[in-house]
């Protein structure tokens, strides 16, 4: 995060991560948008620590594999808005974005609280999003 002064209140903007190959993410890119490319990757969460948050925001439809957030774990918890449908995530380790169905806008958002992550997210086609454990 970035921040800046005006009209003497602090603001933050937020700070980008395009991601174009296999990533684990660390704890110093907490806070950071992801932005997914056309080519789906394996991105690795830290493991779990308070106050850790990252938003991935697909920019360009996937044309050929699937990307996948995947935690050590099974700490993934919460829920997706998929195509108008609640699609539920309790004990997961795995995310999915599928190919050719997460669109540009449609995005996740993970946070921990040092015990779990927990998600929400919007993906405008039906099974454009899904939620595994091993």
């Known amino acids: 995060m970035s921040t800046y002064v005006s009209n003497d209140v602090t603001r ?14 660390t704890a110093a890119e907490s806070g950071q948008i992801i932005i997914l490319d ?10 779990v620590s308070e106050g850790l948050n990252y ?20 700490v993934i ?20 974005l ?8 449609d995005w996740v958002s993970l946070i921990s609280d040092g015990t779990n992550w927990y998600v929400e997210g919007s993906v405008v086609s039906g099974a454009g999003c899904t939620f595994t454990a091993p």
């Not at 933050?12 to 993410?25: E, G, S, W």
């Not at 599928?98 to 806008?105: N, R, S």
């Open 12 to 25: 933050i903007r937020p700070t980008f991560k395009a991601v174009t190959a296999d990533t684990t993410l």
């Open 55 to 74: 938003k991935f925001i697909c920019s360009v439809t996937a044309v050929t594999t699937d990307w996948t957030i995947v935690a050590a774990t099974d």
């Open 77 to 96: 918890y919460g829920s997706a808005q998929v195509a108008g449908a609640v699609v539920p995530a309790s004990a997961e380790n795995t995310i999915t």
């Open 38 to 47: 056309a080519i789906g990757e394996a991105i690795t969460l830290p493991a």
């Open 98 to 105: 599928v190919v050719a169905k997460f669109l540009p806008g």
